[in-house]
């Protein structure tokens, strides 16, 4: 490659070009990471799994103060 | 040699504890009765913003305890979840949801059941702040409970039974840290290794490369076993050399899972003032606990085949470095404390033998029982005991001046019947959904028939009674099971925690009656052997017919 060539691709405007052209090396946006993260739904099951196992004793606790 | 070997362990254990029952006991009943607070208490007590002058009624410190245990419980999910990016993790990677759940419920419960290899699946960080923590605080809130039970018997007409906050503050800073402290030394100058080395590659004899683990054992175990607790930092838990590395520590271990269970009657007498009170629960604990190590052993020793009889004794899965005693004195007191931790495995024992660990838990873990929850157990025992006696013989029923009424026994009741009704049903929706059914037995069973049953048995009974050992040969890392043991081990903790602590503010509402003629002794050796067969009716009339199914039948084959 002559130097005048890779002098060329080195410019960041020129490679920032590039690498959109080929859809390779683009920063995402905030909103795009956000939409491609996957929901921890498994996570959401289970936290909200343990709150509820704690009301039902809870709910058990309020049951046994009016025996 | 080998019965000299033996004798001399239980001399050494009997001894030990005897010297240590009257100091430790009398050590707890000051923690929980001074009105003074230690500098860090107070500075702690401003943190959280506690007032430790005020008490609470019994619904307020459950309240306490069930807040503590959920925030502690979400702590260490995300501590989990959040492994690979953590300090000291070692490289590994975040632990999977089902298994997080699952180990979150089982340290906070005071179980310890690991589904998993923890050497190769948790971090140091997550070791440390996460399971040694609850190692920590779980067992201090068992010891909390019983003493607010206690506390229950011991008042007249009084609405509060303690603080929670600061019975448990107590529990920890004063108790259960500094003995973890002086018996982490013993067992480091002992052998067993304390380092953040992580693994290193050593090249063996044979030429082969090995990774040898290392990390933060020694201070760990001591805890593990101080607070009946009995998760092991290696697999093997403690048949690795590296957490029990000699006769010695296998001993001291026994000691440290036997000290507070076997000293807190002590507590309870010097705190209801009568210490003759505490003797007849030490004897009954004392009592159950000798007659099932005898059978075991003698089990044991007695196995059927021709290799067993060569071998003088059923020899697979035992801590072959110290023989048949230590292997069944070590499972004894593993599973009638609430510890779990196993020095030999006992799905290998023979199937009488391996239904004794089963029916220890059964018991309800009160022989001599975890810490705190073993007192508060043979306590609710003694309620029934009292009743039963009552009914009996005529006499009203009446246990240290407390009159034993219909609430009370409506709450002992419902106290005995949670945990066999959570093992029991799920051991039943194991093998009556057809889609688990066959998860189960395809993927978890690794032995077809009795043994699987027992196997599933044995999980069930171990998670609901929060002891946390295993019958190995089942794969319980399944979403399955993952969940429906998590959700056991916390059922079977909070709601047990839930009715003892309604019975101490109902005692604790009570004036005391004097004793007369018709009072039922509770301090002689009649009442003695009535508790004791209370205990074990109690506990064949539930559970009779699955064993039926499991080891008698698997016995008989």
């Given amino acids: 490659m002559d130097t005048v060539r890779a002098r060329f691709l080195a410019n960041p405007r020129v490679s920032n070009r590039m690498s959109c052209r080929y859809g390779t090396h683009v920063p995402p946006s905030g909103r795009v990471v956000l939409l491609q993260m996957e929901l921890p739904v498994l996570d959401i099951v289970y936290v909200l799994g343990v709150i509820a196992v704690f009301a039902l004793v809870g709910v058990i606790g309020w049951g046994v103060e009016k025996l | ?557």
């Fill in chain 2, 1 to 557: 040699m080998d019965v000299f070997f033996a004798i001399l362990q239980v001399a050494s254990l009997v001894l030990i504890l005897s010297l240590l029952y009257r100091p430790v006991g009398d050590y707890m009943a000051h923690i929980y009765t001074s009105r003074k607070d230690l500098k860090v208490e107070r500075g702690f007590y401003r943190v959280i913003g506690v007032d430790s002058s005020v008490e609470q009624t019994w619904q307020s410190y459950l309240r306490g305890v069930l807040a503590f245990s959920v925030v502690g419980l979400l702590f260490v999910y995300l501590l989990q979840r959040f492994q690979a990016v953590l300090p000291y993790s070692l490289g590994l990677p975040a632990v999977p949801e089902g298994l997080s759940f699952n180990t979150a419920a089982s340290f906070v419960a005071n179980t310890n059941w690991q589904s998993y290899s923890p050497d190769l699946t948790m971090g140091y960080t997550v070791q440390i702040a996460g399971l040694a923590v609850q190692n920590f605080v779980s067992a201090a809130v068992g010891i909390a409970i019983a003493i607010a039970l206690v506390r229950g018997f011991r008042r007249r007409e009084s609405a509060t039974i303690g603080n929670f906050w600061v019975d448990l503050t107590r529990g920890i800073l004063r108790l259960l840290l500094p003995v973890a402290v002086l018996g982490a030394v013993v067992l480091i100058a002992s052998g067993v290794i304390q380092n953040f080395n992580g693994f290193t590659e050593v090249t063996t004899l044979s030429g082969g490369i090995q990774n040898l683990p290392g990390g933060p054992v020694a201070s760990q175990e001591v805890i593990k076993n101080l607070g009946t607790n009995g998760g092991g930092f290696f697999n093997a838990n403690a048949a690795h050399p590296f957490e029990n590395p000699n006769a010695w520590t296998s001993l001291f271990q026994n000691v440290l899972m036997l000290m507070i269970p076997f000293a807190l009657p002590r507590t309870f007498g010097r705190l209801v003032g009568n210490h003759k009170q505490g003797y007849a629960i030490l004897a009954v604990m004392g009592t159950i606990f000798v007659a099932s190590l005898t059978f075991l052993t003698l089990c044991e020793l007695n196995g059927a085949g021709t290799a067993p009889q060569l071998a003088g004794g059923a020899m697979e899965g035992k801590e072959q470095r110290f023989g048949i005693f230590a292997s069944t004195l070590f499972g004894s007191t593993s599973t009638l404390t609430s510890t779990g931790a196993v020095n030999s495995m006992h799905d290998s024992y023979t199937s009488l033998g391996g239904m004794m660990p089963m029916i220890n838990m059964m018991l309800g873990e009160v022989a001599p029982g975890g810490v705190g929850s073993g007192l508060y157990g043979m306590l609710v025992l003694a309620i029934i005991a009292v009743f039963v006696g009552g009914l009996l013989v005529g006499r009203t029923p009446e246990y240290l001046g407390k009159k034993i009424g219909p609430k009370e026994i409506k709450l002992a009741s419902l106290y005995i019947l949670v945990t066999p009704t959570i093992a029991l049903l799920g051991m039943a929706l194991s093998f009556a959904i057809p889609a688990v059914r066959a998860d189960v037995e395809s993927t978890s069973i690794w032995n077809a028939g009795t043994h699987g049953l027992s196997e599933v048995l044995y999980a069930f009974v171990s998670a609901s009674n929060n002891n946390g050992s295993a019958f190995a040969g089942l794969t319980a890392n399944t979403p399955w099971f993952n969940t429906a043991l998590g959700v056991a081990m916390l059922l079977g903790r909070f709601i047990p925690i839930v009715l003892v602590l309604a019975l101490a503010g109902s005692l604790a509402a009570q004036d005391k009656t004097p004793a007369t003629s018709g009072t039922l002794p509770t301090h002689r050796p009649q009442f003695v052997g009535l508790l004791i067969g209370v205990t074990v009716i109690i506990t064949a009339l539930t559970y009779f017919p699955v064993l039926a199914l499991g080891p008698l039948a698997e016995g008989l084959q």
